[in-house]
Nanobody, 116 residues
Framework: QVQVVESGGGLVQPGGSLRLSCAGS????????MSWYRQAPGKERELVAA????????NYVDSVKGRFTISRDNAKNLVYLQMNSLKPEDTAVYYC?????????WGQGTQVTVSS
């Protein structure tokens, strides 16, 4: 049974940090590119960060460059999103995605709220 499970969301003040984790199981994790998406109320889901299967490269949406870092540990089937200098506009539900070719798995999402 395939599972993609996010954790680590919560409420944080502007300027604070959070680290999201995503655990994959039921598929060959190391062969999948992993990504984090987010969706704010009333907005479309957007790609935030992505990392290749063997972590050779990562890319980010412009609005998070220099603040967010995506990483993965294939030995533990985990991918992380370190989020620093958080802003209110980062408030959203964050989703983890695993993709290999035409195969796509999604997690249920974790809420991140940046507010004072």
């Amino acid at each position: 049974q395939v599972q993609v499970v996010e954790s680590g969301g919560g409420l944080v003040q502007p300027g604070g940090s959070l680290r999201l984790s995503c655990a994959g199981s039921g598929f060959t994790f190391s062969k999948y590119g992993m990504s984090w998406y987010r969706q704010a109320p009333g907005k479309e889901r957007e790609l935030v960060a992505a990392i290749t299967s063997i972590a050779r490269s990562a890319n980010y949406v412009d609005s998070v460059k220099g603040r967010f870092t995506i990483s993965r540990d294939n030995a533990k089937n985990l991918v992380y999103l370190q989020m620093n200098s958080l802003k209110p506009e980062d408030t959203a539900v964050y989703y983890c995605n695993a993709r290999s070719g035409a195969t796509d798995y999604w997690g249920q999402g974790t809420q991140v709220t940046v507010s004072s």
